[in-house]
């Protein structure tokens, strides 16, 4: 899916490399292996390598405390008041929810 949406609409991966799905298949207390054809990950080709040595699912509720705390950035603005970038406001307008189930991520 990463893929697709890299090549459809220009997206850059986040927290989708090698090292966040290392993190995220030691994390989730259940261990479903993967199934599927195996993908290229021309973002992270070390990616593909680990997702085949380690045969894991991580759902997205396995690191949703991580991504949470790396979309809580927030910045001081001088009248004193903490706010978001304009960058984070322009991303979480435009970003879609999508509903699927269950929350795999990778």
């Known amino acids: 899916m990463t893929n697709q949406l890299i090549d459809r609409y220009q997206a850059e991966p986040w927290q989708m490399s090698a090292t966040d799905y290392l993190v995220g298949s030691r994390t989730g207390a259940e261990q479903t292996p993967l199934n599927g054809r195996p993908q290229t990950t021309g973002w992270d080709p070390e990616l593909a390598a680990a ?7 991580v759902y997205e509720e396995a690191v ?3 991504l ?6 927030t910045t001081i603005c001088p009248q004193g008041r903490a706010d978001r970038s304009a960058d984070q ?6 970003t879609p929810v ?5 929350r795999q991520l990778f």
């Open 51 to 57: 997702m085949q040595r380690e045969d894991r699912v």
């Open 64 to 66: 949703a405390d991580s």
């Open 68 to 73: 949470l705390k790396s979309m809580s950035v």
């Open 89 to 94: 406001r322009s991303v979480a307008a435009s």
């Open 98 to 102: 999508i509903n699927r189930s269950p």
